[in-house]
C-alpha cells in the first residue's frame, strides 16, 4: 500500500479509482476498461507533475519525511560494496542513530557515514529515528581520523531531524561532541562530500555536512530548527509550522541559490519515495562527479578548497 500525503489526495482518489477498474478488468468490455484506466493513469501522472512542480516548503518538508523515502541503509546497500560497519566511539557506547563504516564506491575504498532513521516501529527505536547522542558523533570522528589516516574519500549521508535531545545526551556532552564532529569534518586533508537525502537539521547535520561539496536532492530540507521547533520559539505555537516553514528558506532550491549547497540532484516524478532505486542511482552518479573535481588535488588542496568554500558563504548575499 503506497503512503499518500495529504496533499496528494487528488492523485491517490485517481489512482485509487485506477485499482477499482483493474479489479473490474475481468468483467464487461476488457478493451474498454483498459481504455479508461489509461485515461485516469494519464490523469494521475498529470495531477502529480502539477502537485510537484509547485511544492511549498511545507509540503517539501512532509515529502522529506515520507516513511518510504529511501533511508541510509538503502543508499549504503545499493552503493556501498563490501561495505563493513564500524561501531563505538571508544570512549561511552555504540550510538545506531549514526551509521559508519567502510567500503567500495564504484571500485574506489571509502568511508561513509550516516543517520539512519528506521522504516518501521521497531528499527526506528532501534536507530532512535535518527537522533545521535554524542556517542555517535564520537564515533563519526573516529571514522573520519580514520580515513584521513589511510587517505580515503568520506561520504556523509544527512537524514536526521537533529541531535538527540535528552538529559543523557546533554550529560554526556552533546554540544560538545557535535563541535567536535564538525572541527573534524573541516580537518579533513581528504575529499569529502555530504549529500542531504531527507531532513537536515541543525547542528546534528552540520556535524557531518561541512563537506567540499555539499548537495542535496530536490525535495530534501535543511534547516537550522525545525519548521514545528521554529513556531514554538516564535509563536509559543507549533500548529503554525506550516506557515513558518515558509519563511525559513530551508528548500534546496534556496539552499542553492544562497550558496550554503553546491548542487541539486533530481528525483523521481513525485519524490523519490516512488522510485527508490533511480533516486539511489542519481545519488551515485552525482557522489561520483563531485569525487571527480578532487583527482589530483594535494591534501592542503583539499582542505583550502573546503575553508575557502565555507569562508565565501554570505559574502555575495
Do not use: C
Not at 522504516?119 to 547522542?133: A, I, Q, Y
Not at 536532492?217 to 513556531?231: F, K, N, Q
Not at 505555537?237 to 539552499?255: F, V
Amino acid at each position: 500500500m503506497r503512503t499518500y500525503l495529504d496533499f496528494e489526495k487528488p492523485v491517490a482518489d485517481l489512482q485509487g479509482k485506477v485499482q477499482e477498474l483493474r479489479s473490474l478488468g475481468t468483467a464487461g468490455d476488457a478493451i474498454t476498461v483498459e481504455e479508461e484506466i489509461g485515461r485516469m493513469e494519464a490523469r494521475a501522472t498529470q495531477a502529480l507533475t502539477e502537485l510537484y512542480a509547485k511544492l511549498t516548503p511545507w509540503q517539501k518538508t512532509q515529502v522529506a519525511r515520507h516513511p518510504d523515502r529511501p533511508h541510509v541503509v538503502d543508499y549504503v546497500k545499493g552503493l556501498i560494496e563490501d561495505f563493513t560497519p564500524l561501531a563505538g566511539d571508544r570512549k561511552f557506547s555504540e550510538d545506531q542513530a549514526m551509521v559508519a563504516g567502510l567500503g567500495r564506491f564504484r571500485g574506489r575504498p571509502v568511508a561513509i557515514l550516516g543517520q539512519e532513521k528506521g522504516n518501521d516501529t521497531e528499527s526506528r527505536l532501534k536507530h532512535n529515528f535518527g537522533m545521535p547522542r554524542p556517542e555517535g558523533y564520537r564515533k563519526a570522528v573516529r571514522i573520519m581520523e580514520l580515513a584521513d589516516r589511510f587517505g580515503l574519500p568520506v561520504i556523509a549521508l544527512v537524514d536526521t531531524a537533529g541531535a538527540y535531545p535528552g538529559i543523557d545526551a546533554e550529560e554526556r556532552g552533546q554540544s560538545e561532541a557535535i563541535a567536535r564532529s564538525t572541527d573534524a569534518s573541516l580537518a579533513l586533508t581528504v575529499p569529502n562530500v555530504a549529500v542531504v537525502v531527507g531532513e537536515g537539521g541543525s547542528g546534528g547535520a552540520v556535524a557531518i555536512a561541512v563537506a567540499n561539496r555539499v548537495m542535496m536532492l530536490e525535495h530534501s530540507i535543511y534547516t537550522v530548527v525545525s519548521p514545528e521547533g521554529a513556531a514554538s520559539i516564535l509563536y509559543r505555537d507549533a500548529t503554525r509550522a506550516q506557515d513558518t516553514a515558509s519563511s525559513m528558506k530551508i528548500t534546496a532550491q534556496d539552499l542553492l541559490r544562497f550558496g550554503i549547497i553546491d548542487e541539486i540532484i533530481r528525483e523521481p516524478l513525485g519524490g523519490a519515495h516512488r522510485a527508490p532505486q533511480e533516486t539511489i542511482q542519481a545519488t551515485g552518479d552525482a557522489i561520483a562527479s563531485a569525487l571527480v573535481e578532487f583527482q589530483g588535488m594535494s591534501r592542503d588542496e583539499v582542505l583550502q578548497h573546503r575553508r575557502a568554500k565555507f569562508l565565501a558563504i554570505g559574502k555575495t548575499l
